[in-house]
């Protein structure tokens, strides 16, 4: 399997880089058909990088975002990617849809997040303009985790549904809650892969799973094997 494997020389540059990319996709998408929608990764890399494509002068109103994945959070959580990428993009009056309900109950479940799809491909219909990706230090990609029951039919690439629940087994430390995400189905019809991710360890892993082709211990071996060249990925220290 083959990377198109983009180095920079800092967080900076790979921010300036990623949001530059995303601007052209919006205003390309825009001329084409009228709206962009795109889907967004959480965490702590891509925050800037929607700090800085919120500075660009784009047609806001015609722009769809919603998050490629989600913990099983209330809204005002501190562990919700929904309310984070919001407060990135600060007051651009983008269409922003969630993938859970603002008060979720005890049990994860996709009626919002397919109330949110079914709203975006009423737009206009059709797949994501782009979705940008992370990657975790395990090799996991949206929510889809390694150990997780539902990863087999996560990464199936001809999977139906756009959606899963997925309960990572063990649960992140850092972040321990059920989760929902897109498929990898859902993620290969889109227009534009692009994934983004710092350190020297998430690029080793990137360079094991490459290596092993081993979608069970890396999730994001069937990503580049089914994507190929077509992913682009933005690296930096």
């Known amino acids: 399997m083959s990377m198109n494997l983009t180095r920079h020389p800092d967080a900076g540059?790979?921010?300036?880089?990623?949001?530059?990319?995303?601007?052209?996709?919006?205003?390309?998408?825009?001329?084409?058909h009228g709206r962009a929608r795109?889907?967004?990764?959480?965490?702590?890399?891509?925050?800037?990088?929607?700090?800085?494509?919120?500075?660009q002068p784009l047609d806001w109103l015609r722009v769809s975002l919603l998050p490629g994945d989600e913990r099983w959070v209330a809204h005002d959580h501190e562990a919700c990617n929904f309310t984070a990428m919001r407060a990135a993009f600060g007051t651009r009056p983008a269409d922003f849809r969630p993938l859970t309900p603002a008060r979720p109950g005890p049990e994860p479940d996709l009626a919002?997040?397919?109330?949110?799809?079914?709203?975006?491909?009423?737009?206009?219909?059709?797949?994501?303009?782009?979705?940008?990706?992370?990657?975790?230090?395990?090799?996991?990609?949206?929510?889809?985790?390694?150990?997780?029951?539902?990863?087999?039919?996560?990464?199936?690439?001809?999977?139906?549904d756009p959606l899963v629940v997925v309960h990572p087994d063990p649960l992140p430390p850092e972040a321990p809650f059920a989760r929902i995400s897109l498929t990898l189905s859902a993620i290969l019809s889109s227009s534009s892969l692009i994934m983004a991710i710092r350190g020297e360890a998430k690029l080793n892993t990137l360079e094991q799973a490459q290596a092993s082709g081993d979608a069970r211990r890396f999730p994001v071996c069937a990503l580049l094997a089914q994507a190929g060249d077509r992913l682009k990925i933005h690296w930096s220290p």
């Open 112 to 160: 919002a997040a397919r109330e949110s799809l079914a709203a975006i491909d009423g737009q206009l219909g059709g797949q994501f303009d782009a979705c940008l990706l992370g990657m975790g230090a395990d090799g996991h990609f949206a929510s889809l985790f390694p150990g997780a029951a539902e990863l087999e039919t996560a990464l199936d690439p001809e999977h139906p």
């Open 38 to 55: 795109l889907a967004l990764a959480g965490g702590s890399t891509p925050m800037p990088v929607y700090r800085a494509l919120a500075r």
């Open 13 to 32: 540059a790979l921010e300036q880089a990623v949001a530059t990319e995303l601007a052209d996709i919006i205003r390309h998408a825009i001329d084409g």
